[in-house]
Nanobody, 117 residues
């Protein structure tokens, strides 16, 4: 199983970045896909999730600014980040959580997003 995240980098406050995560080795439609982030000195936290049917869930801190989506045909999940804030600076991790028993969870390697003020 591989979750290959890309798209991180340096952004400016008020700007936009788009993260991608390509999944391989899993039956993509059987997984809820998500993005989590971990800022320096803080615990990893949920950013957003999307089900195979397109149902989404967002952390309050990113609602209205970030949009998660998935392309089931290409086994890819995206995170469009708009109106970036310096507090969005973190390592962003792609996550895949199987919805059928047995439950498995996989993590990508993380991609660093730095937002300058």
């Amino acid at each position: 199983v591989q979750l290959q995240a890309s798209g991180g980098g340096l952004g400016q406050a008020g700007g936009s970045l788009r993260l991608s995560c390509a999944a391989s080795g899993i039956t993509f439609n059987n997984y809820i896909m998500g993005w989590y982030r971990q800022a320096p000195g803080k615990q990893r936290e949920l950013v957003a999730t999307v089900s195979s049917g397109g149902s989404t869930n967002y952390a309050d801190s990113v609602k209205g600014r970030f949009t998660i989506s998935r392309d089931n045909a290409n086994n890819t999940v995206y995170l469009q980040m708009n109106s970036l804030k310096p507090e969005d600076t973190a390592v962003y991790y792609c996550n895949a959580r199987r919805t059928l028993s047995p439950i498995f969870t996989f993590w990508g390697q993380g991609t660093l997003v730095t937002v300058s003020s």
